[in-house]
Structure formats: structure tokens, C-alpha cells
Antibody, heavy 120, light 108 residues
Framework: QLQLQESGPGLVKPSETLSLTCTVS??????????WGWIRQPPGKGLEWIGS???????YYNPSLKSRVTISVDTSKNQFSLKLSSVTAADTAVYYC????????????WGQGTMVTVSS | SYVLTQPPSVSVAPGKTARITCGGN??????VHWYQQKPGQAPVLVIY???DRPSGIPERFSGSNSGNTATLTISRVEAGDEADYYC???????????FGGGTKLTVL
């Protein structure tokens, strides 16, 4: 059974770069034609898609975050990662990683999420 | 960019039918997915491609999509259905995933 697990610092200072990793277990990140995405949810608010990466490495991002976001995949570690630069308090959120089969497909499998707070 | 509009809240008595709408310009031409999120938990997919149910999701959950409105219908509502529900589409014109603002379902 495929499982996703987010990891990374729970506290990031303003203007610094937020870095998170999603570890995939129970299957290979490169074994099939899947997309791997990041979604976030500020406290008490709704879901916001950040971006996704195809197993081959091609990416697409939320236009509103594109200038600050980098998503990459490390097939040797069965992981994919998120970097969000120049963070502010508005980036405080629970960050989820998830898998979907295509850009228009649903996110069928989600990680449990990790809370990241931006504060000095 | 494409906007999905959901009512902030819907209330329903146990055993009745809840309908949660998701409005968007010509949303009927897009594939709509629905997620259930309970407090402190990750979202769970309950409907994909407008009306398909993942394995393990009760038949009480159904979906439809036409014109400018997609609808998630929950029949014979139970207390355990109380949660936030989000709709989601892929907007090909801007190449992005879009979520609705979410609807809090309260079981009276």
C-alpha cells in the first residue's frame, strides 16, 4: 500500500527558504506515470495547490507562487521535495504531499501533512 | 484564473440528503473531484471524474456535473459525514489545479 510522508523543519524564519521532503513508501516513485504534488492549507482556511512534478522531472506550478517555488524529484531516495523561497507569515500552513495520475486527475493518495510556521 | 465557488456551510438532519454545490464557469466541461476533510486529518477523495467513487467510499456519496454547477450529494447522512468538503478541477487555460473554498457540512 503506497504511503506518503512529509518531513522538514516546523519553523522557518521570514525571508528564508522553506524546504520539505515527501518520502514515498510501498512503491517506486518512478515505476509508473504518476504526478507528485504539493498542496497547503493555512490554519482555518482552504486548500491551495502549490505545484506538481511528473516522475520524469517535468514540473508545473501555481502561477501565484511560481516565482518562489521549486519542486524536484530524487528517484534514488524515492522522494520528491518542495522549496519555497522568501517566505512570510502568509506561508504558514499545513503542507501536504499527494499523488495524482495526470494533471487533470484527482489526488488519490495524500500524506498526513506537516505544519510549517513562519516566524522569527 | 478559474474560480470555484462553494457555499461556506450546509446543514442537514441525520438520515436526510445533503447537497453541496461547486459553481464555476462552464464547469460541466471539466472533470470535478471532491474531497472530505475531517478536523486534523488529510483530505480524502470521495468522488472523482464527476461521479466515480473510489473503493471504500459508501454508495451514499454521489456526484453530478452540468452547466455551471457540480454537486456532491450525500444520501442518508450520518453523524460521521460531518466534515469540510472541497471540489477541485484542472484549469487547462492556466495550467493549474484549482480548489473550491470548501463547505462545512454540519449534521444537526
Amino acid at each position: 500500500q503506497l504511503q506518503l510522508q512529509e518531513s522538514g523543519p516546523g519553523l522557518v524564519k521570514p525571508s528564508e527558504t522553506l524546504s520539505l521532503t515527501c518520502t514515498v513508501s510501498g512503491g517506486s516513485i518512478s515505476s509508473s506515470s504518476y504526478y507528485w504534488g504539493w498542496i497547503r492549507q493555512p490554519p482555518g482556511k482552504g486548500l491551495e495547490w502549490i505545484g506538481s512534478i511528473y516522475y520524469s522531472g517535468s514540473t508545473y506550478y501555481n502561477p501565484s507562487l511560481k516565482s518562489r517555488v521549486t519542486i524536484s524529484v530524487d528517484t534514488s531516495k524515492n522522494q520528491f521535495s518542495l522549496k519555497l523561497s522568501s517566505v512570510t507569515a502568509a506561508d504558514t500552513a499545513v503542507y501536504y504531499c499527494a499523488r495524482h495520475t495526470s494533471s487533470w486527475d484527482a489526488f488519490a493518495i495524500w500524506g498526513q501533512g506537516t505544519m510549517v510556521t513562519v516566524s522569527s | 484564473s478559474y474560480v470555484l465557488t462553494q457555499p461556506p456551510s450546509v446543514s442537514v438532519a441525520p438520515g436526510k440528503t445533503a447537497r453541496i454545490t461547486c459553481g464555476g464557469n462552464n464547469i460541466g466541461s471539466k472533470s470535478v473531484h471532491w474531497y472530505q476533510q475531517k478536523p486534523g486529518q488529510a483530505p480524502v477523495l470521495v468522488i472523482y471524474y464527476d461521479s466515480d467513487r473510489p473503493s471504500g467510499i459508501p454508495e451514499r456519496f454521489s456526484g453530478s456535473n452540468s452547466g455551471n454547477t457540480a454537486t456532491l450529494t450525500i444520501s442518508r447522512v450520518e453523524a460521521g459525514d460531518e466534515a469540510d468538503y472541497y471540489c477541485q478541477v484542472w484549469d487547462s487555460s492556466s495550467d493549474q489545479v484549482v480548489f473550491g473554498g470548501g463547505t462545512k457540512l454540519t449534521v444537526l
